[in-house]
């Protein structure tokens, strides 16, 4: 089962604060992808990737940044975070025609 | 519209009853993948079709990429069937995968 690990499991900060979501597959998939999840709203796309140095912009990007350092590696950034920013993450991947995987997930509170 | 379309958005069966669950694609999408979220928040992949239909024990799915639908069947419902099903399918021409809203589906005694 291809594996695709997220950290940290759990994170609390203060509304301003500083905070990157780190997520790591070890399946040489090109796809990695970063979702948020509210009550209500299902998975909602907040940026995605092709491969290393490689960004695009999902549905709800505003107040993130994403990066792709390596084929294995994609962060998620929030510089000054909100408590609109409190929500569950997830991080996935995939092969091309391949189906996605997706890590534990990462559930995050602004205060 | 939305790109996926998902219903019911709640279910409630009693044990040993079917049920389906339907989603409906505002375009035509090149794959569709099915996701059991349990109570601890849990992603689990339960289908993925590219086209036709797949059976797994108690659930069975279809993706119709012409008619722009696809479909999960619950046969038998029980108790650890209780979740949050979301469908998930493949643009064709962007790499992008589309949720729908999911189905809170509650199975009773």
């Known amino acids: 089962e291809a594996a695709v690990t997220q950290s940290p499991r759990n994170k609390v900060t203060v509304t301003g604060g500083n905070v990157t979501l780190s997520c790591r597959q070890t399946?040489?998939?090109?796809?990695m992808y970063w979702y948020r999840q509210d009550t209500g709203h299902g998975l909602r796309l907040i940026h995605y990737?092709?491969?290393?140095?490689?960004?695009q912009i999902g549905d709800v990007p505003d107040g993130y940044k994403a990066t792709r350092t390596t084929q294995e590696d994609f962060f998620l950034l929030l510089e000054l975070a909100s408590p609109s920013q409190t929500s569950l993450y997830f991080c996935?991947?995939?092969?091309?025609?391949?189906?996605?995987?997706f890590g534990h997930g990462t559930k995050l509170s602004v205060l | 519209g939305m790109p996926v379309e998902q219903n019911p958005p709640a279910l409630s069966l009693y044990e040993g009853a079917d049920s389906g669950l339907r989603c409906n694609f505002s375009t035509t999408m090149k794959s569709v993948q099915w996701f059991q979220q349990n109570h601890r928040g849990r992603l689990i992949t339960l289908f993925y079709?590219?086209?036709g239909t797949k059976e797994n024990g108690r659930l069975k799915s279809t993706f119709n990429s012409k008619e722009r639908y696809s479909t999960l069947h619950i046969k038998d419902a029980q108790l650890e069937d209780s979740g949050t099903y979301f469908c998930?399918?493949?643009?064709?021409?962007?790499?992008?995968?589309?949720f729908g809203d999911g189905t809170q589906l509650v199975v009773k005694p």
């Open positions: 399946n040489s998939h090109n796809y």
């Open positions: 079709l590219a086209q």
């Open positions: 996935a991947s995939r092969g091309a025609n391949e189906r996605l995987f």
């Open positions: 998930a399918a493949e643009g064709n021409n962007n790499n992008r995968i589309f």
């Open positions: 990737s092709y491969g290393a140095g490689n960004l």
